[in-house]
């Protein structure tokens, strides 16, 4: 963030920033430990995460409450360009760590069915939202267009990896009628994880907002070939 001339206002926004960060390290804690209940099945831990994310709630009001009052300070074009884009980043955290908790909460009704060798798949796909979501926080604190573009098109490994494994439990559930309830929790748990990535994004494309305003963005490739998977 540039140098503000009221040094307070620059408190604020710093402090801001803080808050924001400390709020996605949070949510991206919980895609982690979420992806780890999933691989022990284990229900304690999951109700633990679910309990956690009212946390993440309250903070995101914080920031909000926070924003709200650098807004009423008169701030000029590039600060307004930023309270913008902090309210649509701490809503798009906010969400993240909700998919975290549904992805905890599906674990829980997997784990009344056998193991799944595709709970290996839904691994995968949640390193890469983890990553992503690590890497688009850092983009955010350090206001790095470059690394944010960069995060923006890897989403399009997230949703290869995502069609990938949709079409493997497909396959699945055609060979084994018995398996069509567990690997549906598995389809929406990997669609969870997948809508991760899809914020991710949209915090890189907030980025790039902050700094360039309403130019342009750079062509994307998209991925997700789901909704034509046979």
Known sequence: MHEHIV?????????????????????????????????????????????????????????????MKLALRGP??????????????????ERIGDYAANVAKRSMALNTAPPLPHVAGLQHVGRLAVQQVRDVLAAYRDGDVEVATRVRAADAEIDAAYTGLFRELLTYMMEDARSITPCTHLLFMAKNIERIGDHATNIAENIWFTVHGDDALPEREKADGSNTAT
């Open 7 to 67: 040094k307070s206002y620059d408190a604020e926004r710093a402090r801001l920033l803080e808050e924001t960060l400390r709020m996605g390290e949070m949510a991206a804690a919980q895609l982690e430990a979420a992806l780890d209940v999933v691989q022990r099945r284990d229900d304690d831990a999951a109700a633990r995460i679910i309990a956690g994310d009212a946390a993440i709630d309250a903070l995101e009001r914080e920031v909000s409450h926070d924003v």
């Open 76 to 93: 000029m074009a590039r600060d307004l360009r930023e309270i913008l884009a902090a309210i649509r980043v701490a809503a798009d955290i």
